[in-house]
Every structure is written in C-alpha cells, then in structure tokens.
C-alpha cells in the first residue's frame, strides 16, 4: 500500500516530502511540487496540478460557485500538518458567497509555497468527474453531493506538546472505502490541532478574534465547522468527547490489502466511529463509511502452536487473535448508474480488506459496534498451525 516515488528534479525540499509515496493504483505518479519547477516532464506537472487540485474532486473551480471567497471565520496560526503537505502550515476556513454549506477550507504551508483549496460547498448536477481517475472507457457523472464526508478529531497519541493534542482528519467523500487506497487523488488531510484556550493567534472574521473568553482552540474549530456541515446533517466526530458511546481503538491492529497484484501489509491503529471506521499509522488513512462496507467477517484465530486453554474447545491450541474482512467499496465512484462502463452497465465491485491482529477480547466488541450500525457480521473461525508465522491450516469456518 506504500510504496515511494522520486521527488522531482529541481524541487525543493517541501516538494521532495510530499512527493515521497505513490498510490500503487496500476498508473505511475509522483506527488510532486506544485510550483512545477523547471525541469518537469508534461506527465510531471500534470501530476502537480493533480495534487495541487485534488479536492476540487474532478469539477472545475469555475463551477464550485465562489469556492475560496466570503470572509474568512477562522485562521489559525502554524500547525503541523501530515497531508496534503508534511510541514507547518496554516489553515482557514472561510464563509463562501451563500451561506453555511457553500464555504471553503484553504490550506497553505508555512513558506507559502503549496496553497490547496478543499471545497464544502455542494457539486453542481451532472458535472464531470475527472475521466482519468476511472481510466479509459468510462465517464462519470455525479448528482448534487456534499464534497466533505466528514471531519474527525482524535487523540493525538504520539505527541505530548499540548500544541498538537489532537489530530484533525477531513475526509473528501471522492476519498471514502477503499478509493484512498486505490486512487492516487485524492487524499484525507490531517493535521494537529492545539488543545489551550484560544487566543489572539486564532483570527475570525476581519481579523477579529474568533472566540468567546472560555473557549478553546478546538470549541472554536468546531464551531465553524459544524455551521459549514449543518446543510448536510453532518458534524464533527470528537472522539475525545466524553460522550462517546463505547470508545474502541486499537493498535494492534495491522492491515493487508489484497488488491490485484498489490499485497502488502502495515501496521496502525483502528479506529471504530459513530460514522465509520478509519485505519490511519501517520502515512496512510484508510475511512471506511457504513455506506462503503457491503460486509464483514470476524475471524476468530485459533493457534495450534500455543498451549490449550480449556475454554477453547478441544482439538488443542488457543484462540489468540481476531481478524476482520470487509468488503468494501466506493461509494463516490460506484453508485448506482453512475459510474458506467464502457458497455453501458453499472461498474459496482467491491475489494477484501483484511485488517488483522485485534486482540481476541474485542470480539463482543466489536459485534455490539455492527449490530448498533447495522452493519452485516459473519462469525468464523480459522486455526494456524503457527499464527505468528502466518501457516494456516483450516480456512474460515461459520459459527454461530
């Protein structure tokens, strides 16, 4: 699922990071500067534009209808951003000409060299999508769509600077199921975010302060964000809100992906929302929406090469793991008669992600969290001669 790509030449060193991985989609491509500095092949900077205009999602800016316009509700100061650029940066949301639901989030790094608009607004009816993410042959229409999913905040477990306490994900819908792992654009934005009370750094409208005396930096972000959301019955999932249901997160879990003739595994952390799942280790997300999820298998591992436990039941060894499969699709691309193949006929397929090692004590978990979702479960179980080693023995076995 990772793989790395040459920085192109004559680049700087910001265009070098962020040109450092590629999508194995079946396409060459390098994320590269969006400067397109000298020395770029046409293929070069087709694929800068391409980054740079990412969350435009295939529609032209001249109908994203005042994208990047309005006053701006929030600018903050320099954060560090993981994607759609790896440096400090600066972000802003502004209001757009019509109202909640129809503003813009601007992304620019701290050197103002990479400036990337990502729209909320809603797309036209039947705008064309850009033909070469779908390859040739096919043409896609889409009806009216917000064009953010969702925003997610979490606990940011690997910094103990209250600068970056949490991190911010802005999923693009184009991004949903599996087509982040399958298309090279576009991508979910992340970037930390400050927990301290707000202060002068955080601007508003005319460069106003935008916070009440007790709020803090992420009360103010989600504020403005949810007003922006509002028109979709969409807001901001908090998951380091209190009022989380039954939080499960886990870190054990690795993902492989079996997808053509890409198989590769990393390790990360799950996440299981009140929206959907979201697989992210710092380089690669992966947010699974309920819509994208046709459905699921849970694998209980039972491994011949550890001692019995009477609990498991005879035939010897023990269960010591819990893998989950799904199936998932795109749900941005493959609606219903409206990605359409070269013959005329719906293009609806759905790819297996394996998401493996939960410890086996998430398993009634996990049931609670599908059943809550609505989500389609099935129960299995398989035994390895030696897990750890990865030497099946058994395929997958129903069980009640």
Not at 215 to 229: A, F, G, H, I, P
Not at 358 to 374: D, T
Request: with cysteine; proline share 5%; net charge negative.
């Amino acid at each position: 699922m990772q793989h790395v790509g040459d920085a192109a030449q004559g680049g700087e060193q910001q265009a070098a990071r962020c040109s450092k991985r590629k999508r194995d989609d079946g396409k060459d491509g390098d994320r590269t500067s969006a400067k397109t500095p000298k020395g770029l092949s046409p293929k070069e900077k087709t694929i800068a534009n391409e980054w740079q205009q990412q969350y435009y999602q295939g529609v032209d800016i001249m109908d994203l209808d005042g994208v990047g316009c309005g006053t701006c509700l929030l600018g903050s100061p320099n954060v560090a951003f993981k994607y759609p650029f790896d440096s400090n940066g600066r972000l802003e949301i502004l209001s757009g000409l019509k109202g909640s639901g129809r503003g813009s989030i601007r992304m620019c790094d701290e050197n103002e060299e990479f400036t990337f608009m990502a729209p909320l607004v809603h797309v036209g009816e039947y705008l064309p999508i850009l033909a070469a993410a779908l390859g040739p042959g096919y043409s896609m229409y889409t009806p009216h769509a917000r064009v953010t999913e969702q925003v997610i905040v979490l606990q940011n477990g690997s910094s103990s600077s209250s600068d970056e306490a949490y991190r911010v994900l802005i999923v693009p819908t184009a991004a949903t199921g599996v087509a982040a792992m399958k298309r090279r654009f576009p991508q979910i934005i992340e970037f930390s975010w400050p927990n301290k009370a707000a202060g002068n750094g955080l601007k508003g409208v005319y460069g106003q302060a935008a916070y009440g005396t007790e709020e803090t930096y992420l009360s103010v972000l989600k504020r403005v964000l949810n007003d922006q959301l509002a028109p979709f019955g969409t807001t901001v999932v908090d998951e380091t809100d209190d009022d989380v249901e039954e939080r499960i997160v886990t870190s054990a879990a690795s993902i492989r992906v079996s997808m053509e003739s890409t198989d590769t595994g990393v390790i990360g952390a799950m996440h299981f929302l009140q929206t959907g799942m979201l697989f992210s280790n710092g380089e690669d997300r992966v947010y699974l929406s309920f819509e994208s999820v046709n459905d699921i298998f849970l694998v209980s591992i039972k491994d011949l090469a550890v001692s019995s436990r009477p609990e498991n039941g005879p035939g010897g060894g023990s269960l010591v793991a819990l893998d989950m499969h799904c199936r998932v699709t795109e749900p941005f691309f493959e609606r219903q008669g409206v990605c359409i193949g070269p013959h005329g006929t719906a293009r609806l397929t759905s790819t297996l992600l394996s998401f493996k090692g939960f410890p086996i004590g998430l398993l009634s978990s996990i049931m609670r969290y599908a059943e809550r979702h609505n989500l389609t479960v099935h129960k299995c179980q398989q035994t390895y001669y030696n897990y750890a080693k990865n030497q099946p023995a058994t395929g997958w076995t129903p069980v009640r």
